[in-house]
């Protein structure tokens, strides 16, 4: 396909109409410089927005709809403002500390000062310190199942009073808080058990975001190759972008589990952080697993060729199998320098940052880098040493590995999640099918390979 780009001329636009690449550029550089957008953001959403040909109203909605949900998820299922006294008196404090107290509790980080007020506390008595503070109640003259009952937690899968599903009223707190900041600091230690556990492979991938489970088509335009000569008073000629097009959509993964009245009550909160770490690495390995099978299992690119193969010039020869080596790595190196934009002629120049194998090789590369040999002679110093960072792969089997150069200038593989909230979340209800609280974790997410000229195989 080729990209028509028109350097003068009228560039105003109906309502309705496609938002120009200048357009989106300005509209998303105010954002920048609000501090709402990193510029890896903006760049991923200019590229959509683009690719799916959207109106700058449409551009608008997208973006309101995206930053409102990231809000959301970042301070969890309500808000906690930083205004008011930073005392026990303020319903938010309170609320925040208990939280933290949680999450405390479950990851083993050192609680906040405010938090260790209910560090030594159960859960049935953290629900009734805020029954108490609602004002509908004594938790000393209710038994724990009223407490439970009344802090949202009936067991017979209904919340407590009409307040809704988790619901609360600006400025204030209710008892059904309790569960929501148990999902909230649940939410926390979800998210870094997944980041501990995350695939090696992400760091060679390039993130965007999505807005719906459609196809993802990313769009690779070709350079613009030289700028062409204008004589005097001569015209300037349009150029055009040549594209290519892969694709990949995304998917919903997603397990639940319950906490019972039991477990609540005799306060054994491992029975609610336990599953949450168990989801966590699931989430994390889901992941994981796409990555490497985008990578082993060599799949079919637009142009009808594998990922990986001699057409594309990423494939080593047959003399360079084998453990990897200065002299094999040079060979890798040139061949990713010799890779070509869409229009065959400009060179990428395309370098490797990262070098990828399976355990099986993983000290004899950091072998292989951390040595010097002989510094004082050019022919015995290991040009590589400190230059490339080793990834270990462990689903990867046999001695196969890999060279890839930097996702930000040169992507190969790439990933995306549902409005730009990244990792598994969690929602809850009360039990139906138990008496108690059931939670389930949820991750929308895709991968796919996008190009070829960022990496090089060395096979066995």
Not at 346 to 365: C, D, H, M, Q, Y
Not at 381 to 405: I, Q, S
Request: proline share 5%.
């Amino acid at each position: 396909d080729n990209v028509n780009v028109q350097q003068r001329g009228d560039t105003s636009t109906s309502p309705n109409s496609a938002a120009s690449i200048k357009e989106l550029r300005r509209y998303f550089d105010m954002l920048g410089d609000t501090g709402q957008l990193d510029e890896g953001q903006r760049a991923s959403l200019i590229l959509e927005a683009a690719e799916r040909g959207l109106s700058m109203a449409e551009v608008g909605s997208m973006t309101v709809r995206m930053l409102g949900e990231r809000q959301r998820q970042q301070i969890g299922c309500f808000s906690f403002t930083s205004g008011g006294d930073q005392t026990f008196d303020n319903p938010q404090f309170h609320a925040r500390a208990i939280e933290d107290a949680l999450y405390a509790r479950m990851s083993g980080a050192a609680p906040s000062s405010a938090a260790r007020e209910f560090m030594g506390m159960t859960m049935v008595q953290i629900a009734g310190t805020m029954l108490e503070r609602s004002g509908r109640g004594h938790a000393r003259n209710l038994s724990p199942t009223d407490i439970l009952s009344a802090a949202a937690w009936n067991g017979n899968g209904t919340r407590a009073g009409s307040h809704g599903y988790m619901a609360r009223s600006a400025g204030s707190m209710t008892t059904s808080d309790f569960p929501e900041l148990l999902t909230g600091a649940g939410q926390r230690f979800l998210m870094d058990v997944f980041a501990a556990a995350g695939s090696p492979l992400k760091q060679v991938a390039r993130r965007r975001s999505a807005r719906d489970f459609r196809a993802i088509s990313g769009i690779e335009l070709s350079e613009f190759g030289t700028l062409q000569e204008v004589q005097e008073a001569g015209e300037i000629k349009h150029g055009s972008f040549k594209s290519r097009k892969e694709s990949y959509a995304l998917k919903t993964y997603a397990k639940q589990f319950g906490l019972s009245r039991q477990a609540i009550i005799n306060d054994d909160l491992g029975a609610f952080g336990d599953p949450i770490r168990s989801m966590a690495r699931s989430a994390a390995e889901t992941e994981a697993a796409l990555f490497a099978k985008l990578v082993t299992s060599n799949p079919l690119m637009a142009d009808g060729r594998p990922l990986f193969d001699e057409a594309h010039g990423n494939l080593a020869a047959a003399a360079d199998f084998g453990k990897p080596d200065a002299i094999k790595i040079s060979n890798g190196r040139i061949g990713m320098r010799r890779q070509k934009d869409l229009d065959g002629v400009t060179p990428l120049s395309t370098a490797p940052k990262f070098i990828l194998t399976g355990p099986e090789l993983e000290t004899w590369v950091e072998q292989l880098l951390s040595q010097s040999i002989n510094p004082a002679r050019a022919d015995d110093a290991n040009p590589f040493a400190g230059k490339l960072t080793p990834l270990v792969e462990p689903r990867f089997d046999g001695a196969p590995w890999y060279l890839f150069a930097d996702p930000a200038l040169s992507p190969v593989l790439e990933y995306a999640y549902l409005d730009d909230t990244p990792g598994p979340h969690i929602e809850t209800r009360d039990g139906w099918d138990v008496l108690g609280t059931e939670f389930r974790v949820y991750m929308d997410f895709g991968a796919g390979a996008v190009d070829w000229r960022g990496a090089y195989k060395f096979p066995n």
